[in-house]
């Protein structure tokens, strides 16, 4: 409960900074900063595998999901200067896929700039990650749309599966 609160108001002043700062690619409201994340895992943390049906019913309910650590994959949806360099946005899956397109949820990913430096949209990736619960923000088209948010802890650029 105490993130959820932390976490809602540094997302609204990082949604006002982005909203004022004119973009109209994507302006997210709710989003929490890096200096404001909870604390990373202890490097004996564990992260659960999950099936395809798994990562389905935590993307349905991510806000009962809170604080449980999982791998997940996925495609780099979009990673510039709008999400700034501690924010993405991906397609997520529990498994891995072949296509980009199979991956089947729009989720924002947060985390260390460090960790993000080298990794750029239409990529291929495997993460490490913490169910933050979800989190709403504005669309291009002037729309708002509530996705899955997660605390990248770890995140490893792969190469696309050879069809």
Same mark, same amino acid.
Do not use: C
């Given at each position: 409960?105490?993130?959820?609160?932390? =976490?809602?108001?540094?997302?609204?002043?990082?949604?006002?900074?982005?909203?004022?700062?004119?973009?109209?690619?994507?302006?997210?409201?709710?989003? #929490?900063?890096?200096?404001? !994340?909870?604390?990373? +895992?202890?490097?004996?943390? /564990?992260?659960?595998?999950?099936?395809?049906?798994?990562?389905?019913?935590?993307?349905?309910?991510?806000?009962?999901?809170?604080?449980?650590?999982?791998?997940?994959?996925?495609?780099? =949806?979009?990673?510039?200067?709008?999400?700034?360099?501690?924010?993405?946005?991906?397609?997520?899956?529990?498994?891995?896929?072949?296509?980009?397109?199979?991956? +089947?949820?729009? /989720?924002?990913?947060?985390?260390?700039?460090?960790?993000?430096?080298?990794?750029?949209?239409?990529?291929?990736?495997?993460?490490?990650?913490?169910?933050?619960?979800?989190?709403?923000?504005?669309?291009?088209?002037?729309?708002?749309?509530?996705?899955?948010?997660? !605390?990248?802890?770890?995140?490893?650029? /792969? +190469?696309?599966? #050879?069809?």
């Amino acid at each position: 409960m105490k993130n959820r609160a932390i =976490t809602a108001v540094i997302s609204a002043a990082l949604g006002l900074i982005l909203a004022a700062s004119g973009s109209t690619a994507l302006a997210l409201s709710g989003m #929490p900063t890096a200096s404001a !994340q909870a604390p990373r +895992p202890a490097p004996t943390a /564990t992260y659960d595998d999950l099936t395809a049906r798994e990562w389905a019913l935590i993307a349905k309910d991510p806000d009962a999901h809170v604080g449980e650590r999982y791998v997940v994959y996925g495609v780099v =949806t979009q990673a510039d200067a709008v999400t700034g360099a501690e924010l993405l946005r991906a397609d997520v899956d529990g498994i891995r896929h072949t296509y980009a397109y199979e991956y +089947p949820t729009n /989720t924002v990913l947060t985390g260390d700039a460090k960790a993000f430096a080298d990794v750029v949209a239409d990529d291929v990736f495997v993460a490490k990650v913490e169910v933050l619960g979800t989190i709403t923000y504005e669309t291009q088209l002037g729309g708002e749309t509530t996705v899955p948010s997660l !605390q990248v802890d770890s995140i490893t650029v /792969t +190469p696309p599966t #050879p069809s």
